[in-house]
C-alpha cells in the first residue's frame, strides 16, 4: 500500500536542505545530542527554523507544538524517513475494544511517521475544537531520555487536517516513559 503525501513532504521537506545539516553541524560543534529534545530546541539553527515555520502571531503553546514538530521531523529525517501506512484492517484490528497484545514486547525503530487510513480516526485539540481527520503520527522511541534507567522514551505526535486547501496543520503531542517489557499492559489500558 502506498502513502499519501506526509505532512513532511507537504510542510518541512525544505528543511532537508535549509536546516537539517546545519542543525547536525551545529549539533556535532557544541557536542549536543541532537536525541534530546531539551538539547535539541537549544541549538541556534532549530530556533532559526521554528522562526521560519510559526506564525508571527503564534500563541505560546503553538509554539511549543511547532517546536515539537521540527523535533519529530529532524528525528524523521535523521533515521531514514521511515514510513509505516496502516491499512483499514490493520487500524480495525488496533482499535478493537478488546484487543490482547500477549507478551509483545515494544521494538520500534527509533523514529517514523504511521499514515492512517484516510479520513477514518478523527480527533481534535481541545474539547471546544471541531474534530479533523488525523493524517497519522510521528514517533519517537529512544532509550537515552531523559534518562537510561528510566527505560524508553516515547514521543508521539499526531497531525490532524492536513488538507490541500489548508494552509496548515492541528497537532496534539504525547510523551511517556515506560518499559519496553511493559509496553502491552500499557497499550492496552
Known sequence: MTGRITPYEALLYPLETASWPAIREEAEHRGSDTRRRDQFVLLGGVGAALRDISPEDAPGDAVEEYAELLYHAYQFWSFGKRLYVLTPEALELLAASDYS????????????YIQFPEQRVWARVAPDSPFEPVDGCFVFVDETAPAPAAGAHLRAQLVLGLRPDRPGIS????RTDLEPAAAAAHAER
Not at 497484545?101 to 517514523?112: I, Q, R, T, Y
Not at 497537532?171 to 504525547?174: A, C, D, E, N, P
Open 101 to 112: 497484545l500477549g507478551s509483545w514486547e515494544l521494538a520500534a525503530p527509533p523514529s517514523c
Open 171 to 174: 497537532l496534539v503531542s504525547y
